[in-house]
């Protein structure tokens, strides 16, 4: 059906408002635009010509830096090799390469990986395979999932259901049943300033033992966590909490799911954090930097037994009735495996490590300047809470957001009146330098 005369009419080229713009201050941004329209390494570029420095890697993402030749190649080249391949009943070489590679790069036996194409479905994938799991195992009473509050699971319904960030969740109704939440690990009387791992808050895990005396195990499928809480301004696990709560998952023969999103690819100095904090999880959820950010693409790793757990009945059966058109798309999968020999070559994820004290450094010479509440490193990550303003939550940090991009030539994320951080892994010590110089007037002008 034709659409009624006046409203193609109303389409204007580069009209600003038909984007109904995601996670984004639609009206604010209309008024006063952040376009970029250019990428390279460590900056983007406006199109009349502003060079952005990067101090988010997009979102979390480029943790190879922007447009580097070699992904740009692999794209390109796939791209005229074919562009589509299903993943359901057929297959293509490259998907299982990659499979390969990330498997390779996971600890202990996570060594089956399922792709999808952004962190939400990765979690929802995850959430899914651990109730098919228990299903398949005899176990199906087994069907409340845990996460925790302050974390961050994408968008769909399971990551919701789990996640514990509370504007995400009051507009969509009661999502998933039997969804419950551990504490969140943060407490700035105990913690404000700490430099990686905090010292205090290990007992913190022992919070799942309620929950399993209130629920009892026989009802809980999985628990999912960020090693690193990224979305709520970085909130490094307290020392030994990690471990704590795979052994109380242990205990209670309850899943443990990873989710990094943000931590996997580099971030904290190791392929994955789970390596960082010496802990298999079940799966390992992926996504962002798989890429670095070039192509969508996400992802579950899992477990050799929980694969297996599925690997029964007739040959010819489907043994997961789950996937997307999407899974392992050729264009992603050439992105990943460049990606991953770029991380490999330059050794990044050593390099983010190396440059993790000089970080943290920079990013704790803002303590003491006006309305800093804490500033938290771990990794190439740092958040800084800013104090909010009389009445008006969130305007403070939305304000320094819009003075970065348009006055200081900076771009980071905020979560409502904190400012969050996580360079490309190829940022220099002299652009760390630029990054906080640029942040503390920011702050500064704030004020
Ligand atoms: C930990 C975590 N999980 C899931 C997601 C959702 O990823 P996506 O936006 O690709 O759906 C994010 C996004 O930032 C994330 O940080």
């Known amino acids: 059906m034709a659409l009624p005369r006046e409203s193609a009419s109303s389409s204007v080229p580069n009209d600003l408002e038909p984007f109904w713009m995601p996670f984004t201050s639609n009206r604010a941004f209309k008024a006063r635009p952040r376009l970029l329209s250019g990428a390279k390494d460590m900056h983007y570029f406006t199109p009349d010509g502003r060079k952005i420095l990067d101090a988010s890697a997009g979102l979390w993402c480029t943790n190879a830096g922007h447009n580097r030749a070699p992904i740009v190649a692999a794209i390109q080249s796939q791209a005229a090799e074919m562009d589509f391949s299903p993943t359901f009943q057929f297959g293509h070489p490259k998907a299982f390469e990659l499979a390969s590679r990330i498997a390779q790069l996971a600890p202990g036996d996570l060594d089956h990986v399922f792709f999808c194409n952004s962190g939400s479905e990765a979690v929802d994938t ?3 395979i651990a109730l098919a799991y228990h299903a398949v195992r005899g176990n199906a009473s087994r069907v409340r999932l845990i996460g925790r509050e302050r974390g961050y699971h994408g968008v769909g319904f ?10 995400n969740r009051k507009q969509f109704g ?5 969804a419950d939440h551990l504490q969140t690990t943060y407490n700035r009387a105990e913690q404000a300033y700490s430099v990686g791992e905090p010292e205090w808050g290990a007992h913190l895990a022992d919070e799942l033992d309620r929950l399993v005396a209130l629920h009892d195990a026989s009802t809980i499928a999985a628990v999912i966590v960020e090693p690193v809480s990224g979305s709520t301004a970085v909130l490094p696990p307290p020392k030994g909490y990690l471990k704590r709560l795979r052994q109380i998952c242990d205990k209670h023969g309850i899943l443990l799911i990873f989710d990094e999103v ?14 960082r904090y010496d802990v298999v999880p079940d799966m390992i959820t992926f996504a962002k930097g798989i890429t670095s950010g070039s192509v969508p693409m996400g992802g579950v ?3 050799k037994g929980i694969h297996d757990a599925f690997m029964k009945g007739p040959d010819h059966a489907i043994e997961l009735f789950h996937g997307y058109t999407y899974s392992a798309h050729p264009l992603a999968c050439a992105a990943g495996l460049a990606t991953l020999d770029l991380y490999r070559d330059e050794d990044l994820f050593a390099r983010a490590k190396k440059m993790e004290p000089i970080w943290a450094q920079a990013a704790m010479g803002l303590k003491g ?18 104090a909010s303003k009389p009445d008006a939550v969130g305007l403070r940090g939305y304000q320094a957001l819009e003075n970065a991009f348009h006055d200081h030539d900076i771009m980071f994320r905020i979560s409502g009146d904190a400012i969050a951080m996580s360079p490309p892994l190829i940022v220099t010590e002299a652009q760390i330098g630029e990054i906080f110089d640029k942040v503390a007037a920011v702050i500064k002008q704030v004020a």
Do not use: C, Q, W
């Open 262 to 275: 943000i931590t996997g690819y580099g971030r904290l100095g190791h392929a994955f954090a789970a390596e």
């Open 158 to 167: 399971g990551g919701i259901s789990v996640g514990g960030m509370v504007a």
């Open 126 to 128: 995850a959430l899914k």
């Open 369 to 386: 300047l006006p309305n800093v509440l804490d500033i938290r490193t771990v990794g190439l990550m740092a958040g800084i809470d800013l």
């Open 301 to 303: 790793i899992a477990r």
């Open 174 to 178: 009661v999502a998933l049943a039997g």
